[in-house]
């Protein structure tokens, strides 16, 4: 199975910046899909952002234009910038690789006050 490894969430005011980080291991970043979710009490876990092995990107409605997914295939990590976080932005934050939404990190979570 394989390890998935979240981190940089915190808590932030409304408007600032957080810059999710995923490391993988047992996978060579340049030959898989990339994906972000996020999960809020009560609802289903759903999907944030994505990126296909050739660098095609997808963004959620509610990120879109304030997001952006990246890569560092030397280090075989991921992130997920968040600029203009909102309240209702808040949640645990969990990496996916190869769309196997089977396998999980603990997640990271994100708290936007105002």
């Known amino acids: 199975q394989v390890q998935l490894l979240e981190s940089g969430g915190g808590l932030v005011q409304a408007g600032g910046s957080l810059r999710l980080s995923c490391v993988v291991s047992?996978?060579?970043?340049?030959?898989?899909?990339l994906a972000w979710y996020r999960q809020t009490p009560g609802q289903t876990r759903e999907l944030v952002a994505s990126?296909?092995?050739?660098?095609?990107?997808v963004y959620a409605d509610f990120v879109k234009g304030r997001s952006a997914i990246s890569r560092i295939f030397a280090n075989n990590t991921f992130f997920l910038q968040m600029t203009a976080l909102k309240p209702e932005d808040t949640g645990v934050y969990y990496c996916?690789?190869?769309?196997?939404?089977?396998?999980w990190g603990q997640g990271t979570q994100v708290t936007v006050v105002s």
């Open positions: 047992d996978r060579r970043l340049a030959t898989i899909a």
């Open positions: 990126i296909t092995r050739e660098g095609g990107e």
């Open positions: 996916n690789v190869n769309g196997n939404r089977g396998s």
